[in-house]
């Protein structure tokens, strides 16, 4: 069936991207894009006076999906307790808080206004896995970034200086697996935590491979820009949930400048979840936000962007593929621990936590995230997440969104955290508001700009339908001075609209859509892609325990699949 | 007549896994799943030889199989029987609160019984269909 | 003639997906590099079929045609007040996903395998959480691996070559570069190849875990023997596990169905926990059915939960000991049960089995079995992974294709498109009535 043509009349549009901030206008959809005009008499009207009207949220870093969610979910049951839905005509059944059964979450995200979400760690050789249970989480349209930090043959093709096989091996593991873009964690360091051994600075060289994180990260950054991938290369830095690691994230940041060269204005490099990675101090006693420091070097250069991984004060469930973070994590709460490595490729550890006000280090943390979204000067550069579910879970963007446009919010929250954290903080003496529109470019027009995605994020003729109304008159409603009214506002939209299609109305999915999986084709020379065949079939039986043609991911596999082609240097 | 007291395990064989791939109804399955592997001391103590057909009786029900010596040398007292349905005949439905019942650790005595007492898989339920 | 390649063998946890199936004239001729379970099954899928449809008729089961038995089994759920869905662990993710949908639907109780199997070990991860790995990690690392309550020999033949003991790593060179040390109730076969055999007394394994964890903390055992074993014995073997530069401890039945059940694997857990704050160690279970883990997957990704699933709430709840099949059952609750691809009857207490036969029961299976031969409703389906495809997780996690190589007989489904068949059936006569 067609969507129906709709058109959306006399909402208030914001819309950063085409530079319309609180106009009210009309909107138009046909065939599942944003269109000039449509004819009104056979077309569905949705009267959205008193409401704004912005693209569909597009979240860069969530987990949502995958062997590592699904353990976590295994891990807490208590977790799902505190959320069960029920069936209803149009939804599944579902539980979950911080681990969210696959259709819950969908449902979730559709209804905050949500309408693409990229999953953004996952092992290659489980991404069968993480595609299924994306199969399985409707409304959205995902991706995945698959992990390429501590991966035997990137490590070897570096050490060997075989920068453009390099280059070609990501292109066949992208299409292989059906990932998106490329993700590193700890670079190098899983590798060592697989003897148990730790993180590594830069410059130490990765156990038996004889290579150092920073070859890894300098290698693969370019490998990214050689492929013309659509989003760059994905970073978790390592030292992350160390006391003094901003020294580290600025060194990981500064060895790919060069990468971006004439480039400039195009960032090379992504760092996720900064708060984890930019702490002053030399201990837990002392440890301190070194937000300031990062400020400074993004305000100053062009070739990286960040997402916050902002904390909310909750129960919540960390989970990363920085396998050695999570173990000295359980050594210090003695929570419950999974570990999980991953022959040849990565690691993956899981954590419960609970962060408390009280608590010296969660405050730290949570100043530290917020002081790094006011600091950074461009909303272009700055992601808004909470690294789902490590920070919090995604339902709480709206009170993050109302921290970043309200002082008074904010101020009300630090009146009540661990008092020795709140005399060292700067974020009592940061005035800065964001503006809704630079909230929505940290959500949406941002994030789906810095993930490549030209027909999302905005509601320009051509885009992607997928747009959310939500119920929020700033006439009445001034985020600054009643953001709990503008945090209600967001948390459900009164219309979600998907591909065109109506999934959402007042807050409820009326609707199931499946979404589509994006993933990246990079066509490389073919004698190129044929050396790197030839390199894999030599090695692949003796570092895996699975055949090279069954870790090949079909497309039949995938619903809605989505290839993204473009065209390497190499 | 002589009997002793012993404790019942059930557990994978390969004879066991083979048997079943080739089908429950197989001769194989059943020759398969109807032994009881004990202790040879054990044996020689029942006054019987291996291969002789024992009868186990539990708190939960009772069952005939053919006696076989273990070539693994379990502990005297603990008995071995391969997963299925004659196993099935000696063991209770309780799971602690865990959903699993005890499949390994059941209190039995075992004594001598007579071929004829054997029953095939099909007697042990009163089924109407034909296998 | 036709070679299909890396064919996934569909018996054991192991997924071995290196096998060579030569067909001709849709028939499996030889199955290369399989195990003696795995050729078995390759050779003998064909034997012993279930050749119809059966439905009860006055008393017994009749020939019946699809349709006609699709319809007594939507039926039978639908009229049932708390129907219980039970097995999928021989078949597809993709036919779990359908049963789900129908037990959601029905407002049951859906379980798997893993409730006789491998479900304590879920109760001990709870409690602990659980450090592991996928299986080449200990192909390539392991210098000393401990069999507990697990007989790889026999329930996973191809383990040592293909993942462990003997196979050649990136950092280990077969047998040579590491130890084997078995701790079981019986010198099983597993146990002969040994470096180091511990025999426990049956049911003491919580008590042996608990020694060892003592030791490894160098804090004195008062006691000349635990479980059957000299102390002397569990300090060295203590030492064995702290002086390892990457451990993994394998359990299987052994530990899970014996007196102590999940306690018995919080402590593995614990243990393994222990460990690594000396060295780098490694704890998996060896799982049974070859799709036993793909149910737990699935399960927990839609609902949350792993196994014992009640919908009767009409979301998802969870707890074992009330919401496992072999509870309700053992309670006599359900009134009602469809069972695909497993075989409880055979399978469960006598008790729970003659209390499942109470009820109104229907088997979905490409073989006879005990519980189709007692069942009201049987429906043949096909082989995954030999009849048709699906995706299949390894017992570490691993998610692999099971590949088609012959056609099912004529009008014989995959219990994916029976349950489906089903679940509409379902609907149908829910809207009719409702």
Redesign the interface.
């Known amino acids: 069936m067609t969507p129906q043509n709709i058109i959306i009349k006399n909402g208030t549009v914001f819309d950063p991207v085409n530079r319309i901030d609180g106009e009210v206008m009309d909107i138009a959809v046909s065939n599942g894009k944003i269109v000039e005009r449509v004819n009104e008499s056979s077309a569905i009207v949705i009267d959205a006076s008193g409401k704004v009207v912005l693209a569909g949220g597009v979240d860069i870093h969530s987990h949502i999906?995958g062997?590592k969610?699904?353990m976590g979910?295994?891990?807490?049951?208590e977790d799902?307790y505190r959320n069960?839905?029920?069936?209803t005509a149009v939804k599944?059944?579902?539980?979950?808080t911080s681990?969210?059964?696959?259709?819950t979450t969908g449902y979730d995200y559709s209804e905050m206004g949500y309408t693409t979400v990229f999953e953004p760690a996952n092992p290659p050789?489980?991404m069968?896995?993480v595609i299924?249970?994306l199969n399985?989480t409707p409304m959205l349209d995902k991706a995945c970034y698959p992990l390429f930090g501590n991966n035997w043959h990137v490590m070897e093709y570096l050490k060997d200086n075989r920068h453009d096989e390099l280059a070609a091996y990501v292109a066949w593991m992208l299409k292989s697996v059906k990932g998106y873009a490329v993700k590193l964690v700890n670079p190098g360091g899983v590798e060592n935590w697989?003897?148990?051994g730790e993180t590594t600075p830069l410059d130490e060289p990765v156990k038996?491979f004889d290579v150092t994180p920073r070859q890894i990260i300098q290698g693969m950054c370019n490998a990214v820009k050689r492929l013309n991938l659509p989003h760059q290369m994905h970073i978790h830095a390592n030292m992350l949930g160390t006391p003094g690691n901003y020294e580290t994230a600025l060194e990981t940041l500064d060895s790919v400048r060069q990468i971006a060269g004439a480039n400039d204005g195009k960032p090379v490099i992504h760092l996720t979840h900064v708060q984890f990675n930019i702490y002053g101090g030399t201990n837990w006693m002392n440890l301190s936000s070194g937000a300031e420091h990062l400020a400074k070097y993004i305000n100053n250069h062009n070739h990286a962007s960040i997402d916050i991984g902002q904390i909310v004060f909750s129960d919540t469930t960390t989970m990363t593929a920085d396998g050695p973070f999570e173990?000295k994590l359980?050594g210090m709460t003695g929570a419950?621990?999974?570990?999980?490595?991953?022959?040849?490729e990565t690691g993956c550890g899981?954590?419960p936590i609970h962060y408390k006000k009280s608590n010296y280090v969660h405050a730290i943390m949570w100043i530290t995230g917020l002081e790094a979204s006011l600091m950074i000067d461009d909303p272009w550069k700055v992601c808004m997440t909470t690294d789902h579910p490590n920070g919090g879970y995604f339902t709480t963007y709206p009170r993050v969104m109302a921290w970043l446009m309200s002082k008074k919010a904010r101020q009300k929250l630090t009146n009540k955290v661990n008092k020795r954290a709140r005399s060292k903080t700067a974020l009592e003496s940061l005035d800065r508001e964001y503006t809704f529109s630079e909230v929505l470019i940290s959500t949406r027009a941002g994030t789906a700009r810095l993930l490549g995605l030209k027909n999302k994020g905005h509601l320009g003729v051509g885009a992607d339908a997928d747009i959310a109304i939500h119920d929020l008159d700033f006439r009445k409603i001034d985020p600054s001075t009643t953001p709990r009214k503008f945090r209600k506002a967001m948390q459900k939209a009164v219309y979600t609209i998907k591909d065109g299609e109506i999934v959402v109305k007042d807050g409820e999915v009326v609707k199931s859509v499946p979404g589509r999986i994006y993933w990246a084709d990079a066509k490389v020379s073919d004698d190129l892609a044929r050396t790197v065949e030839t390199d894999l079939r030599q090695k692949f039986q003796?570092?895996?325990?699975?055949?090279m043609?069954?870790y090949i991911i079909?497309e039949k596999?995938i619903v809605n699949s989505t290839p993204v082609r473009v065209n390497a240097e190499v | 007549m002589t009997s002793l007291q012993v404790t019942v395990l059930s557990g994978r064989t390969l004879r066991q896994g083979v048997g079943k791939e080739a089908g429950k109804t197989s001769d194989r399955y059943r020759t398969a799943v109807s032994v009881c592997e004990m202790h040879p001391e054990d044996i020689a103590a029942l006054l019987i030889k291996p291969g002789d057909y024992v009868r186990l009786t539990t708190a939960y029900g009772t069952v005939v199989l053919k006696s076989a010596s273990s070539n693994q040398f379990p502990r005297r007292g603990v008995v071995y029987i391969p997963y299925g349905p004659y196993a099935n005949q000696l063991f209770g439905p309780d799971t602690d609160s865990s959903g699993m019942p005890t499949f390994k650790g059941t209190i039995a005595t075992v004594e001598p019984a007579g071929p004829e007492q054997f029953k095939k898989i099909e007697e042990l339920f009163d089924a109407e269909a034909k296998i | 003639m036709q070679t299909y390649q890396d064919v996934v063998c569909t018996v054991c946890g192991c997924l071995c997906d290196d096998i060579e199936v030569d067909v001709d004239g849709n028939k499996v001729m030889k199955a290369r590099n399989a195990c003696a379970m795995g050729t078995s099954k390759f050779l003998s899928y064909t034997h012993d079929r279930i050749e119809t449809p059966m439905v009860r008729k006055n008393g017994s089961t009749q020939p019946a045609n699809l349709d006609e038995a699709v319809t007594k089994v939507a039926e039978m759920l639908v009229n049932a007040k708390y129907p219980a869905i039970y097995g999928l662990a021989l078949s597809s993710c993709e036919a779990v996903k359908v049963a789900i949908e129908l037990t959601e639907e029905v407002g049951g109780v859906m379980d798997n395998q893993s409730v006789v199997c491998h479900g304590p070990g879920v109760l001990g991860l709870h409690e602990i959480g659980v450090s592991t790995c996928s299986l080449g990690e200990i192909k390539h690392r392991a210098d000393l691996i401990i069999c507990w309550g697990c007989n790889p020999d026999e329930a996973h033949p191809r383990h040592f070559e293909r993942y462990s003991y003997t196979a050649k790593g990136r950092w280990r060179n077969g047998k040579a570069d590491r130890k084997l040390v078995v701790v079981d109730v019986r010198q099983t076969s597993t146990a002969r190849k040994a470096d180091k055999f511990v025999q426990i007394d049956q049911g003491k394994d919580y008590e042996l875990v608990n020694a060892l964890r003592t030791a490894l903390r160098n804090e004195q055992i008062q006691q000349e023997k635990v479980a059957g074993v000299p102390v002397e014995d569990i300090e060295e073997l203590a030492e064995l596990l702290r002086n390892a530069e990457f451990g993994v401890i394998l359990f299987g039945l052994g530990v899970t169905q014996t007196v102590g059940k999940g306690r018995n694997i919080d402590g593995l857990f614990s243990l393994t926990r222990d460990l690594n704050k000396y060295t780098k160690f490694q704890i998996m279970p060896a799982r049974g059915h070859f799709n036993v883990n793909g149910v737990n997957e699935v399960s927990a990704w839609q609902t949350g939960f792993p196994y014992g699933i009640d919908f009767s709430h009409g979301y998802p709840w969870y707890n074992p000991g009330e919401t496992t099949v072999t509870d309700i059952v053992r309670r006599g609750e359900n009134d009602a049960m469809l069972v695909i691809a497993s075989d409880p009857i055979a399978h469960f207490p006598k008790d729970l089995a003659n209390r499942i036969r109470k009820s109104p029961l229907a088997a979905i299976d490409p073989v006879h079995s005990v519980t189709t031969l007692v069942a009201d409703v049987v429906i043949p389906s096909a082989f995954a992974g030999i009849e048709c495809e699906g995706i299949a997780y390894r017992m570490d996690g691993v998610a692999l294709p099971l590949k088609k190589v012959v056609e099912p007989s004529q009008g014989v489904l995959s219990d994916e498109d029976i349950l489906k068949k089903i679940l509409g059936k379902v609907r149908e006569l829910k809207g009719r009535s409702g």
């Open positions: 999906a062997p969610v699904n979910r295994i891990l807490r049951p799902h069960l839905k029920p069936k599944r059944s579902g539980v979950g681990c969210p059964s696959t259709f050789l489980k069968l896995h299924d249970e399985d697989k003897w148990g038996h173990f359980q419950r621990w999974i570990n999980g490595d991953i022959e040849a899981i954590v003796d570092y895996y325990t699975v055949q043609s069954n079909a596999h």
